[in-house]
Every structure is written in structure tokens, then in C-alpha cells.
């Protein structure tokens, strides 16, 4: 059984990938994706968006794990099968742990492109693609692949997860819902045991689980065990951590989920992780720090309570400031 931390394009950065780590439950994170035209990057770029492959000069941590010691995967999104497959190897070569790919992104500039959902649509090119990479990149690395049940409807659901397995994929992760439902309630969950069955992969259910509570129900209606978390993991900070006891000690009452004053003692790890990158200005700063407190609000309602004034600061530390009064009140 295992947990993972969902790739989030503009959420979980190498910050929240470290944060949330470190707080536990998670067996490996995924990077957002990198996007691939028809060109072989040069290691600035793979080292800008996956952070972690520069570990060897900080002695810190591991290559390709987060400072917890957990391992981070490259998500790479694309349809250029040769670019595909030397940016995985490449990517490899410098260190990292896993590859994932990328058939589930709706974004319209991402599919004009053709590459995440818009894939979805044809099973043999993911095929072609998951089969190239799987071969450009040495066995014992995972290649795994991220798909969504379908583009438009769920019709090539089967034929896209057995291309995700035909073409070599260790396992497969599948957000239960068709690009064209977006992130819109419900995922189906249903749609996902009959893809476990005719796989003979792993298969990790994706969507929609926000509490202890999802994790069970899901797992009931779609046979997985395991799961990949995303939004949850913003608005829950140990909503892995808590999974796993209530799974080790299922008679025993559900952990207390972390109180503000922790939660706030993360956010201010995140502004001090951040503003040590001198890359980074304000404007990445204060907006980033805005974004998580947003989604802790349905949770929290002393996020609700600091984000009218929050969402009008510019000032990083400002906002640093009014989080830690907030944690002495
Ligand atoms: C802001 C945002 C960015 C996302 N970026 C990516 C991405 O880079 N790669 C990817 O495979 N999925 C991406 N996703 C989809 C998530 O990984 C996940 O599949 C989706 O949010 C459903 O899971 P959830 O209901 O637990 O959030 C993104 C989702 C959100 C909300």
C-alpha cells in the first residue's frame, strides 16, 4: 500500500514537497510537470523545476529524495516520443528516482500541443510513449505513468490503462474523471475496479479524497489501496500520516488532525525555506504563501479569518507576521 504526494503545477514546488514529507505518511512525490517539445534540455532546466537532483553538493539529503529522505519522481508531459524518451534518460543520468507521465493535463495551451489528457484519445501513441521511455530508461527505475479515465467520455478507459501497462509501465495512477469533468465532484471511483482487475500492474486511485474517511470509500468502491493525494494534501497537512494509523490501528479513534498553531509553524518554515532562495522575489513569495493558506480554509477557519487581510499584502514578511500573531491567539 502506498501514498503519494500528486504532482501540482504551481503548489507542490521542491517547498511543499519538503514540508510535506516531513510531516510524513508519503512513499514518494511526484514534481510537476516538465513539459517537453521536441528538444533535449540542458541540466539547468531539470534542475530548476526537481530541485532535489542537486542534493549531491548539500549534504543534507540524498539525490532525488526530499530532505525526509523521501523519493521524488520527474513528471515529464509531452508527445515527441524521441524527446520523451532522452529527456527521461537524461533526467536519469543526473539522478532521478522515478519517471512519471503526463496523461491527465486539461490546460488548453498544454493540449494544443498535444500532450497530457489530449493523449487519452489515442491508446496506441501512449503506448508508443510510455513503451519508448520505459526503454530509454534502465529497469530498476519506475517509469509510471498518470492518466485521467478519459478525455471527452470514459470509452478508451481499458484500452489507455492497457497501452499504460503494454508499454512497460511499473504501475499506473488514475484520476477518476474524464478531462472534460475537470476537477468537478465526483471522481468515480467505481470506474477504477474494473481497470484494477484487468491489470495486472499496480493501480493507484486518484481523486477527490479529502478526509480519512474518502480514503476508505474509495478504497472500497475502486479495489486500490493505494492512493495519491492532491488538494487534500493542501488543506491537510498530515492527511497521509493520518491514513497510515488509522490503517496500523483501524479500532483505535482517527488521529486529531494538526491545530492552527502547527499549521502555522509550517507555514513559517515555508516563507523561511523560501526567502533563503535567492532566486526568488516577492512576487513568487507573498502569492505562494497566500495559495496555501487559501486552501486551508475549509479546515481552518483562522485561515478564513487572516485571509481578507492576507490577500492584500504584498510584503512577504508582513504576511509572515500576521500568520504568527494568528498562531498567538
Ligand atoms: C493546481 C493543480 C495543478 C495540477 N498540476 C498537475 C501536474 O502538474 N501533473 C499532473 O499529473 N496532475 C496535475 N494536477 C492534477 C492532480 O495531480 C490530481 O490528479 C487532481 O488534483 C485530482 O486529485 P485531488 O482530487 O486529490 O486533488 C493538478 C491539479 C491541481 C489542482
Redesign the pocket.
Known amino acids: 500500500m502506498q501514498i503519494i504526494l ?7 514546488d521542491v517547498y511543499a514537497r519538503e514540508i510535506l514529507t516531513d510531516i510524513g505518511g508519503y512513499d514518494y512525490c ?4 516538465l513539459r517537453v517539445t521536441d528538444t533535449l534540455f540542458p541540466r539547468r532546466v531539470f534542475y530548476r523545476r526537481f530541485p532535489e537532483l542537486r542534493s549531491a553538493d548539500n549534504s543534507q539529503h540524498t539525490i532525488s529524495h526530499t530532505k525526509a529522505g523521501t523519493p521524488v519522481y520527474l ?1 515529464l ?1 509531452g508527445s515527441d516520443t524521441n524527446a520523451m524518451a532522452e529527456n527521461a534518460a537524461k533526467a536519469v543520468q543526473l539522478g532521478a528516482a522515478g519517471i ?1 507521465l ?1 496523461f ?2 486539461p490546460a488548453k495551451t498544454v493540449n494544443r500541443r498535444e500532450g ?1 489528457a489530449s493523449l487519452l484519445q489515442y491508446p496506441d501513441r501512449i503506448y508508443q510513449l510510455v513503451r519508448s521511455v520505459r526503454q530509454a530508461v534502465p529497469k530498476e527505475i519506475p517509469v509510471t505513468a ?1 492518466m ?1 479515465l478519459g478525455y471527452e467520455d470514459q470509452l478508451l478507459a481499458h484500452d489507455n490503462a492497457l497501452a499504460i501497462q503494454d508499454g512497460g509501465a511499473s504501475w499506473v ?1 488514475i ?1 477518476a ?1 474524464t478531462k472534460k469533468d475537470g ?1 468537478r465532484p465526483p ?1 468515480y471511483w467505481d470506474a477504477l475496479a474494473p481497470i484494477k482487475q484487468l491489470l495486472s500492474i499496480s493501480v493507484i486511485a ?5 478526509t480519512v474517511d474518502d480514503y476508505f470509500t474509495c478504497r472500497e468502491r475502486s479495489h486500490c489501496d493505494s492512493v ?6 493542501m488543506g491537510t497537512f498530515d492527511l497521509a500520516l493520518q491514513i497510515k494509523n488509522k490503517l496500523a490501528e483501524p479500532s483505535l479513534p482517527a488521529l486529531p488532525t494538526l491545530n492552527w498553531q502547527a499549521v502555522c509553524h509550517h507555514l513559517d518554515k515555508l516563507y523561511q525555506l523560501m526567502i533563503l532562495n535567492p532566486a526568488l522575489d516577492n512576487k513568487y513569495i507573498a502569492p505562494r504563501i497566500k495559495l496555501w493558506v487559501k486552501w486551508l480554509m475549509p479546515n481552518y477557519h483562522q485561515a478564513e479569518t487572516i485571509f481578507s487581510t492576507l490577500k492584500r499584502i504584498k510584503d512577504p514578511q508582513l504576511a509572515l507576521q500576521l500568520i504568527r500573531r494568528s498562531a498567538d491567539q
Not at 500528486?6 to 507542490?12: E, I, N, S
Not at 511526484?30 to 510537470?33: A, G, I, L, N, S
Request: glycine residues 16%; hydrophobic residues 35%.
Open positions: 500528486a504532482p501540482m503545477d504551481g503548489l507542490t511526484v514534481t510537476e510537470f513528471q508531459l512519471d503526463n491527465g493535463c497530457g498518470k485521467r495512477t484520476h474523471r476537477y471522481a486518484n481523486g477527490e479524497i479529502w495519491m493525494l492532491g488538494r487534500g494534501a
